[in-house]
């Protein structure tokens, strides 16, 4: 009777699981090869009148997102805390930690420290009840940082979405080197509401891509972007 209980328990949270909508990116750019020094150096071009090198700049958002002084969702918006089930331990003077996954480096990771390829491991996002609201995830899937050691790490094919410890949506990623993003509808409370409860997003691995090398399931890069924050925004029409 115990095993019975246990396989029905288990494909309930299965069907549970499956039951939650996909999505599948609305977009995508490619990583290339270019650097955070060559990033900045092309800036510095840019702003000194040169014209040479900046093409990497141009239309490009991953420069937007991470290395423009331009706004963004987060010229308001910010995240209160950032942890995770579990982290890689440190290499030399390379680190894995939760906060890699959003500090705006495109060549840094957060890694889940497991054994095996991390499925239900988890990075959890805490937000001020004020926050402005999201509506789009980002994410720099595996690591992007060279061709390389994106093929060697594990890089995750299916995440969970958790809105406040409930099952919300299921992101499915390409297996490309790529930034992609997700349209998840509209989650939050606002700046207007008045709600002082913190509010969380938490995002599960629930598959993966294996590595050419490693088991170790990678993440370069997750942030968001969304409503309320934005200059254009600030009269409050979008509400």
């Not at 115990?2 to 699981?17: D, G, Q, R, V, Y």
């Not at 014209?51 to 290395?67: A, M, Q, R, S, V």
């Not at 968001?224 to 200059?231: K, P, Q, V």
């Amino acid at each position: 009777m115990k095993h019975i209980l246990t396989l029905a328990f288990i494909l309930f949270a299965s069907s549970n699981c499956f039951a939650q909508r996909h999505i599948s990116p609305s977009g995508t750019f490619p990583v290339g090869d270019a650097s955070v020094a060559d990033y900045h150096r092309a800036y510095d071009d840019w702003d000194n009148g040169k014209t040479d090198g900046i093409e990497i700049l141009k239309d490009n958002p991953i420069y937007d997102d991470f290395y423009s002084p331009s706004c963004s969702w987060y010229c308001a918006g910010s995240v209160k805390r950032l942890s995770a089930s579990s982290s890689l331990n440190p290499q030399g003077n390379k680190t894995y930690f939760a906060g890699n996954a959003h500090d705006f480096n495109h060549e840094t990771v957060w890694s889940e420290g497991v054994p095996g390829y991390g499925v239900g491991e988890y990075l959890l996002y805490e937000f001020e009840g004020n926050c402005p609201r999201i509506t789009t995830i980002r994410i720099l899937n595996g690591y992007v940082k060279n061709e390389k050691k994106w093929a060697e790490n594990s890089r995750v094919k299916q995440i969970l979405v958790h809105y406040n410890d409930e099952p919300y949506v299921i992101l499915d990623l390409e297996d490309s080197r790529t930034l992609q993003w997700f349209d998840i509808g509209i989650v939050g409370y606002g700046p207007k509401a008045g709600v002082d409860t913190p509010w969380t997003l938490k995002f599960e691995i629930t598959d993966v891509y294996p590595g050419t090398k490693y088991d170790d399931t990678v993440i370069s890069e997750l942030y968001f972007d969304g409503l309320d924050s934005h200059s254009r925004y600030h009269d409050g029409s979008d509400l």
